[in-house]
């Protein structure tokens, strides 16, 4: 499912996601970390990110703020000689320009702003570029864009990310770039790839339940806590059992992963990466 | 026992005629938990004792009250409970509930706003008067008895970005309610009013205006400062003795970028004493200065008098959400113990004025920085607890790794960026309070945990793992020793108070308030043997 967005539906999404993500980050960490973890034929519909865009009134606005008033309040409204409009109580609270409206046509002589005789509809659109403006900064506090510009994170070195991948890593113990790996810049996207070789979260361990009887019972666990632990069983179903009365064996894929969180520098990351971007 | 419980009952039919008395607060009784904290010094200890090591095995459910709110965060509110009725929150909600029966005594709704719902930490009450902040930073005052507004007044303009979630702290007359909000860039305040009025006693701005001491922290010619952040969110703690509050500042803005408020940007992150009766700044620690990661210093300030290096000494202890365990003397606001209680990897040490030292390798950047923890931080809301039995602190902690990144266009306004968390693990550590190491730490589980702790004199710690399991744990050893699950995350920090003879806990998990205690049985067999 793919976004083409207004201003109204940027205004839409930012307050979905103002309404629904910041209040229990903890859900929205677990959905991204859960949605990072799917395979690419799912990442669309994740939504990781809706750039925001200005509507065709908003544009319109922008023609006429930039040469009218971005010499003072800068070419984006964010402040130059004159105030930051992005942070104005004015401009929050103007609706269809009924504040900024009064302003431009007077002016604010004692602070130096002349007055500017423009039709509504120029300041309709003005107040719409605007409040398009303060969504877009907004939306920059709710989710990283997952239309991540590669150029941003290509500045490692990719010969020594094999290296390190070779090497030093360990990598090469569960991972071949011709086996589970190849072509592995084709199936994310830049910053889901780096996401991913950072801690590709998702990966289920394994567990084997040896009960006292002496039965055993393997499959990918579902749950577990101090007490109790669920397994699915190959057949789909689920078995829990008291951690007390039973031997749990566990094979952790992330194991490894863990370990690496505690012993990666920021080079083994940006290099890791650059080599893996390779792998198209 | 039986003298005693009479006394206990004569002098809640007497407090029942007023309410909360301010002074009650100072030392409250058993049968109340009547701030916030459950007192003014943050500690969250409580000298009851009839739930010990050896019956908490036999803890059983009272009752249990539904909120039927499915939606939104859920209980995140500490309950206040004075004269026998408990009073909670959600964001639009109030309730009042008998702490005996789990029956409804009333429930206020507010009307639908466009404040943030993240959360609502609960209530202040000054006689007959209920504290309420609502989603759209409005403080309303509720009569106790029924729930009616008596007053609304608004604190900061949710227009601008502002919201509120904290529990007001009432100190005689005044009532202390800050403000939260760090999307915009938008400055924050502590509000002082009359408790009986409503009047606005002070304010007291968590930014330095140009010229004044603090503002040698920002840039100068740039309107950074004014629009700093620096909110106030989560309560703090008051000594009667010395007549100082204490409060947490939350962190600047734009939050992830400090490219242009070089410096290290007073007083956001830092904790202040202040004089309660006029708002004047006393002293100050910043326990992070120009901080990029979003990690405020809004953490409980725990107040307890105490040894410290062989004297005795008023302290302050604080686990700041940046990972580091803060000791001060409390008097003068000076540094005794600087040390991380978590595994962090952004720190080069401590300065000569026992502050972090940042590295910059470690800011957010455009291609992304590994940090340890990530934004939510070491610890962030949770209540921490400290019993001054074991001299341990038990902090909900969370080891965790971050991408941060950096990306504003233009100027950066806001939080100029983001993290993304991609590994975390919670755990509640037991910490010497004299030298911030860890005795022990008990496990909660990967992912995030929200739970607050209580800590109690019958050797026990009560918190959740990040399922929901709530968990009495032995306070000296962490280990488990019992726990019920609640249907939903247990974000309600536990409360304990003693009525008619039998000790009850008191733990919200999601849109449901459980009352537990020991059987009836096991109650007069224990009063028989004290």
Redesign the interface.
């Given at each position: 499912m793919k976004f083409a967005l207004n201003v109204h539906d940027v205004n839409d999404v930012f307050m979905m996601v103002?309404?629904a993500l910041?209040?229990?980050?903890?859900s929205m960490?677990?959905m991204?970390?859960a949605l990072l973890s799917l395979p690419l034929v799912a990442q669309d519909p994740s939504g990781t990110s809706q750039q925001a865009s200005l509507s065709a009134a908003a544009t319109a606005g922008r023609a006429v703020f930039r040469p009218t008033c971005g010499f003072c309040h800068?070419p984006?409204a964010?402040?130059a000689s004159g105030?930051?409009l992005?942070?104005s109580?004015l401009v929050?609270?103007d609706v269809n320009g009924n504040l900024i409206g009064p302003v431009i046509r007077s002016g604010r002589p004692e602070k130096g702003m002349p007055a500017f005789q423009l039709t509504d509809t120029q300041i309709a659109n003005i107040a719409a570029f605007l409040h398009g403006q303060a969504k877009i900064?907004?939306s920059?506090?709710?989710?990283?864009?997952s239309e991540?510009l590669l150029e941003?994170?290509?500045?490692?070195n990719a010969a020594e990310g094999k290296e390190f991948f070779a090497g030093k890593g360990g990598c090469k113990t569960c991972h071949s770039v011709t086996g589970d790996l190849a072509h592995i810049a084709a199936k994310y996207k830049p910053f889901d790839l780096?996401?991913r070789l950072?801690?590709p979260?998702g990966a289920k361990p394994s567990l084997r339940v040896t009960t006292a009887a002496g039965e055993t019972v393997s499959g990918e666990q579902v749950?577990a806590?101090?007490?109790l632990v669920t397994l699915r069983d190959k057949n789909g179903w689920q078995h829990t059992f008291r951690r007390a009365g039973v031997k749990v064996q566990e094979d952790d894929p992330l194991a490894a992963h863990?370990k690496l969180?505690?012993t990666?520098t920021?080079k083994n990351?940006?290099d890791l990466f650059a080599y893996l971007e390779t792998l198209k | 026992m039986k003298k005693c419980l009479w006394v206990m009952f004569s002098a809640a039919v007497l407090a029942s005629a007023q309410g909360l008395k301010p002074e009650a607060i100072v030392h409250p009784a058993k049968d109340s938990w009547p701030t916030y904290n459950g007192d003014y010094s943050g500690k969250r200890f409580s000298t009851l004792q009839q739930i010990d090591r050896k019956n908490v095995g036999s803890l059983g459910m009272v009752w249990a009250f539904q909120t039927d709110v499915n939606t939104?965060?859920g209980i995140k509110a500490t309950p206040l409970l004075v004269d026998g009725t408990l009073y909670f929150t959600e964001p639009d909600d109030v309730w009042a509930v008998d702490a005996r029966s789990g029956q409804q005594r009333w429930h206020y709704h507010y009307h639908s706003n466009e404040g943030?719902?993240?959360?609502q930490r609960g209530l202040g009450m000054y006689g007959e008067h209920l504290y309420f902040e609502t989603p759209d930073a409005h403080l309303l005052c509720l009569d106790a008895r029924s729930g009616e507004v008596q007053w609304d007044k608004v604190l900061a303009?949710v227009?601008?970005?502002y919201w509120a979630t904290m529990a007001p702290l009432v100190i005689g007359r005044h009532v202390l309610a800050g403000v939260a909000g760090d999307?915009?860039?938008l400055h924050g305040f502590l509000d002082c009013f009359d408790a009986e009025t409503g009047e606005l006693q002070w304010r007291w701005d968590s930014l330095p205006k140009p010229g004044e001491a603090g503002s040698e922290t920002w840039p100068k010619n740039s309107?950074a400062m004014q629009?700093g952040g620096g909110m106030t969110w989560l309560t703090g703690t008051y000594d009667p003795e010395l007549n100082l509050l204490f409060w947490g500042t939350a962190n600047p803005n734009p939050?992830l970028d400090g490219s242009l408020r070089p410096g290290d940007n007073l007083y956001t992150c830092t904790i202040v004493a202040l004089n309660p009766d006029t708002g004047k700044l006393v002293w100050h620690f910043q326990p992070s200065p120009h901080d990029v990661h979003d990690w405020d210093a809004v953490q409980t300030p725990v107040l307890y008098d105490g040894l410290f290096e062989g004297k005795q000494r008023k302290l302050l202890f604080q686990a700041s959400r940046n990972g580091y365990y803060f000791v001060l003397d409390r008097i003068t606001g000076k540094p005794l113990l600087s040390v991380p209680y978590e595994?962090i990897n952004w720190s080069a040490g401590v300065n000569a004025q026992g502050q972090p030292i940042g590295k910059t390798?470690k800011y957010p950047s455009?291609?992304?920085?590994?940090v340890?923890p990530d934004a939510?931080g070491s610890t962030n809301w949770m209540a921490p607890s400290f019993n001054p039995q074991t001299g341990l602190l038990y902090v909900d902690t969370h080891d965790s790794?971050s991408?941060y990144?950096a990306?504003?266009t233009?100027?950066p306004?806001?939080?100029?960026?983001?993290d993304?968390?991609?590994?975390?693990h919670c755990y509640l550590r037991a910490i010497d309070y004299q030298t911030g190491k860890s005795k022990w730490k008990h496990?909660l589980?990967s992912?995030?945990d929200?739970s607050g702790v209580l800590s109690t004199a019958g050797g026990l710690v009560f918190s959740a793992?990040v399922?929901g399991?709530i968990l009495a744990l032995d306070a000296d050893s962490g280990k488990?020793l019992w726990?019920a699950y609640g249907g939903g995350?247990a974000q309600g920090p536990p409360i304990t108070y003693e009525l008619d003879g039998r000790q009850y806990l008191v733990v919200g998990s999601h849109g449901v308030l459980f009352a537990f205690a020991l059987p009836e049985k096991l109650v007069e067999e224990t009063a028989a043997v004290h």
């Open positions: 103002a309404r910041p209040r229990d980050p903890f960490r677990l991204v970390l800068g984006d964010r402040g105030p930051d992005l942070r109580a929050s609270h900064a907004a920059v506090a709710q989710r990283i864009p991540y941003k994170l290509l500045i490692g780096q996401t950072v801690f979260a749950y806590d101090e007490f863990e969180l505690k990666y920021d990351v940006h | 939104g965060p943030l719902h993240i959360g303009d227009k601008l970005g999307f915009n860039d309107d629009h939050v595994e390798e455009a291609a992304g920085t590994l340890e939510i790794y991408l990144y990306y504003s233009g100027k306004e806001g939080f100029g960026g983001r993304l968390t991609v590994w975390s496990d589980g992912g995030w929200w793992d399922h399991n488990t726990h995350p």
